[in-house]
Antibody
């Protein structure tokens, strides 16, 4: 069965960077993209970007493109999201989700809580 | 970016009720409209994709409809496990965007 298992919660100070991982299993890793979606408390989900797990091609939301990098390791079927220059308002649950271009997000990770606090 | 607006933002209903949640896009989005359910502290789960296709394993009391810019999610007979927050999402253009959510509460 398809599973996306994310790394554990992180607490960071403003200005720091964070890396979240998402290990995929149960399907052909290179046939899908992995999207990153974050959700601040009480807010709607917000798309950050995606990585094509086969080619490594990435596309980011304009809101984050100067601070975010997605990468993948095909040998371990793991995708990573790095977010730099953290701000207090980056405090949120960060989810990875499987999908193809124009398709829905059909499987989601369990979420990683990133807390930015001074 | 395409703006997605849901109505109502919250809804109180009883087990057995029929409920409909509306979603409007700021421009036409073809068939690229999907619905998710989110329970407290959990990741969203896909219910309906491409307007009216039921995701595998989702009960048939859930259905989707609509065209162009106006779409609906209907639950034909509410069950206790359906009380949650529901989001619509468009994937017609990048960035994908979500509605603000509809919180479905027990009356």
């Amino acid at each position: 069965q398809v599973q996306l298992v994310q790394s554990g919660a992180e607490v960071k100070k403003p200005g720091a960077s964070v890396r979240v991982s998402c290990k995929a299993s149960g399907y052909m890793f290179s046939s899908y993209a992995i999207h990153w979606v974050r959700q601040a408390p009480g807010q709607r989900p917000e798309w950050m970007g995606w990585i094509n797990a086969g080619s490594g091609k990435t596309k980011y939301s304009e809101k984050f493109e100067d601070r975010v990098t997605a990468m993948r390791d095909t040998s371990t079927t793991t995708v990573y999201l790095e977010l730099t220059s953290l701000k207090l308002e980056d405090t949120a649950l960060y989810y990875c989700a499987r999908g193809r271009t124009s398709d829905p997000f059909d499987f989601w990770g369990q979420g990683t809580l990133v807390t930015v606090s001074s | 970016d395409i703006e997605m607006t849901q109505s109502p933002s919250s809804l109180s209903a009883s087990v057995g009720d029929r409920v409909t949640i509306a979603c409007r896009a700021s421009q036409t989005i073809s068939i690229n409209l999907h619905w998710y359910q989110q329970k407290a502290g959990k990741a969203p789960t896909l219910l309906i994709y491409k307007i009216d296709s039921l995701q595998r394993g989702v009960p048939s009391r859930f259905s989707g409809s609509g065209t162009g810019t106006d779409f609906n999610l209907t639950i034909s007979s509410l069950q206790a496990e359906d009380f949650a927050t529901y989001y619509c999402q468009q994937s017609f253009t990048s960035p994908p965007t979500f509605g603000q959510g509809t919180r479905l509460e027990i009356k």
